[in-house]
Structures are given as C-alpha cells and as structure tokens.
T-cell receptor, first 114, second 115 residues
Framework: GQNIDQPTEMTATEGAIVQINCTYQTSGFNGLFWYQQHAGEAPTFLSYNVLDGLEEKGRFSSFLSRSKGYSYLLLKELQMKDSASYLCAVSVPPQTDSWGKLQFGAGTQVVVTP | NAGVTQTPKFQVLKTGQSMTLQCAQDMNHEYMSWYRQDPGMGLRLIHYSVGAGITDQGEVPNGYNVSRSTTEDFPLRLLSAAPSQTSVYFC??????????????FGQGTRLTVV
C-alpha cells in the first residue's frame, strides 16, 4: 500500500513562517506535488519536486529528499489568505497491476491568526 | 478555456437511488480520475482512466462505475446510493497520470448527500 503522512493542523501568526512536513512510503516515486485547497473549493497546484533539493516560488518553497522519503512546504510571510488545507501528493509510476496514479495525503489545515 | 467542468455541484439522493456525476475537460488530457474527499481522510482515488476505453480501479471503487468513451468525458456512476457515499467528489485531469511534472486540474466538486 501507499503511505503519505502529514500533520493534521498547524497554527501560525500573520507574517510568520510555517513548515509543513510530508513523509511518504510508496511503491515507486515519480515526483511529489503540493496543492492548496481553500474551504469549499477545489485543490490548486502549488509546487512540484522530482529531484532532491529546494524549489522556490515566491513566498512558497518546497523541499524534497528522496532517500528519506521526505518533503516539506515552507510558507513565508504568512497572510490571512494562506489559511487553507495543504495537500501532499506523490506521483506513483505504473506497476505490474496498475497504471500510474497520483496519491494524496490527508492534508494539513493551516490556520493563520492576526 | 473551461478547464474541468463537473456537474452537479450539489445533490441529495435517497438510499438505493442511482445517479451519474458528469465530468468534462477541454484540455485534451489523456488522464482523468475521480476522487472522494471525506473529513480527515484526504483525497481517495475511486477510478481513473489513462485514455479513451481504458479505466482502472483506485483505492475505493466499490459502489461506483466508470467508462471513458471519449477523451473529453469521464462520468462516474453510483449504482445504488448508500449513506457511506455521502462525500465531496472531485474529478481531475492531467496530461499524464505519472509522468514527471504533470499537474492535475480539478473540477469544482460535487457535494453529495445520501439520506
């Protein structure tokens, strides 16, 4: 089976930094995605890592260590609009009994307080 | 571009009724999938398709049927609705299901309640 774990909830203050960790154990790996989902809305793409290291995109950065099965999403200069659920997802390549697929973790609810 | 269009947005069913959730995309994506989202459980894969005529089961396929007769459309059928199928359903499409750097685009979701 596939295991993708992330914390359930994190709270941080406006202007601060929050780091959301994601660990995974999957039957193959072809990349890790982070999605943002505001309440009542669809997930939207934030970032993608396939090689080890840090990818920076404005206030958001994502890090990957394939040997450790570990990623994090770093949100800097938090704004109230960053209050949302953040979903970690692993792209699993085709196996003998299935085509490739995108597997999601349960999501981390980030609450930004004034 | 419409992207991924999912209908209906809200639906209430009685136990035992059947219905079809519609999903259409206009991006010529080969890969389409259906997820359900329940509190604390994230997005769980129901069924997916890697192209017209090719579908496969995900983690939670029981009680659902799919077919893919065209590239654009991927409907999800509930055969006999049960209260356990109360959930938010998302359709997603991407250029590929597993190749590197192919982000998924999601429909707006269907909030389904089975009473």
């Amino acid at each position: 089976g596939q295991n993708i774990d992330q914390p359930t909830e994190m709270t941080a203050t406006e202007g601060a930094i929050v780091q959301i960790n994601c660990t995974y154990q999957t039957s193959g790996f072809n990349g890790l995605f982070w999605y943002q989902q505001h309440a009542g809305e669809a997930p939207t793409f934030l970032s993608y890592n396939v090689l080890d290291g840090l990818e920076e995109k404005g206030r958001f950065s994502s890090f990957l260590s394939r040997s450790k099965g570990y990623s994090y999403l770093l949100l800097k200069e938090l704004q109230m609009k960053d209050s949302a659920s953040y979903l970690c997802a692993v792209s699993v390549p085709p196996q003998t009994d299935s085509w490739g697929k995108l597997q999601f973790g349960a999501g981390t609810q980030v609450v930004v307080t004034p | 571009n419409a992207g991924v269009t999912q209908t209906p947005k809200f639906q209430v069913l009685k136990t035992g009724q059947s219905m079809t959730l519609q999903c259409a995309q206009d991006m010529n994506h080969e890969y389409m999938s259906w997820y359900r989202q329940d509190p604390g459980m994230g997005l769980r894969l129901i069924h997916y398709s890697v192209g017209a005529g090719i579908t496969d089961q995900g983690e939670v396929p029981n009680g659902y049927n799919v077919s893919r007769s065209t590239t654009e459309d991927f409907p999800l059928r509930l055969l006999s609705a049960a209260p356990s199928q109360t959930s938010v359903y998302f359709c997603a499409s991407s250029y590929s299901g597993w190749q590197a750097n192919t982000e998924a685009f999601f429909g707006q979701g269907t909030r389904l309640t089975v009473v």
